[in-house]
């Protein structure tokens, strides 16, 4: 079947203005999962989504960055204003069930503030 | 939270031989251990996990082992081969994280033919 999708690729934008990334996670996967991860880094927690529950959001690295899931399936990731310390490639997961279990990754978005 | 220490950094080895990479966790609440490899350019990719009620798992030439009680984990690589060559990373979730996951900061193991 399908794996987890991201779109777009790759968005490049200009300091101060706003993007917007999206996650299509596996079909059926109540648990959706947003990382940051910066050149030559480790994966960064942004924000984790279960079923209909809040999400956790403690990972955000500021008021800058929120992200919403419509429906229980398709997230989108937004930074306004966003700044050349933003520019990483955003990786979303999705994972069966409750609490730890194996999570699917997507291939990311590189983003690049100029 | 959860805090994941992972060493080497880098690690370099010849065909054949074995590889191995520690981490160390902070919460002793955590129970699931995954790691993944990560292949320049691509995302990241399960290749074993381990829960807190088991000590060692192995999938052929991979294997993890956990201390629980040292709060460790260390995932062990035999006959490696050129194609294992990537960065691989160790994470940590459960317990107060529940289901996000802590990695560690990622190990560059280079196989040379």
């Known amino acids: 079947g399908a794996g987890v999708s991201q779109s777009p690729s790759n968005k490049v934008t200009e300091k101060g203005k706003d993007v917007e990334l999206r996650c299509d996670p596996i079909?059926?996967?109540?648990?959706l999962y947003w990382y940051r991860q910066s050149l030559g880094q480790g994966l960064e927690f942004l924000i984790y989504?279960?079923?209909?529950?809040?999400?956790?959001k403690s990972g955000l690295p500021s008021d800058r960055f929120s992200a919403e899931r419509t429906g229980g399936s398709v997230s989108t990731l937004t930074i306004q204003r966003t700044q050349q310390e933003d520019s990483a490639v955003y990786l979303c997961?999705?994972?069966?069930?409750?609490?730890?279990?194996?999570?699917?990754f997507g291939p990311g978005t590189r983003l690049t503030v100029l | 939270g959860e805090n994941v220490e992972q060493h080497p950094s880098t690690l370099s080895v010849q065909e054949g031989d074995s590889a191995v990479i520690k981490c160390t966790y902070s919460d002793s609440a955590s129970n699931y251990f995954p790691w993944y490899k990560q292949e320049l350019g691509k995302r990241p990719q399960l290749i074993i996990d381990i829960r807190s009620n088991v000590g060692e798992k192995k999938d052929q030439r991979i294997a993890v082992t956990l201390n629980k009680t040292a709060k460790h984990f260390s995932l062990h690589i035999t006959e490696t081969q050129p194609e294992d060559s990537a960065v691989y990373f160790c994470a940590a979730a459960g317990g107060t994280s529940y289901g996000k996951l802590t990695f560690g900061q990622g190990t560059i193991l280079t196989v040379h033919p």
């Open positions: 997961a999705s994972s069966a069930g409750q609490g730890a279990n194996e999570q699917f």
């Open positions: 079909s059926g996967h109540t648990a």
């Open positions: 989504f279960q079923g209909n529950s809040a999400p956790d």
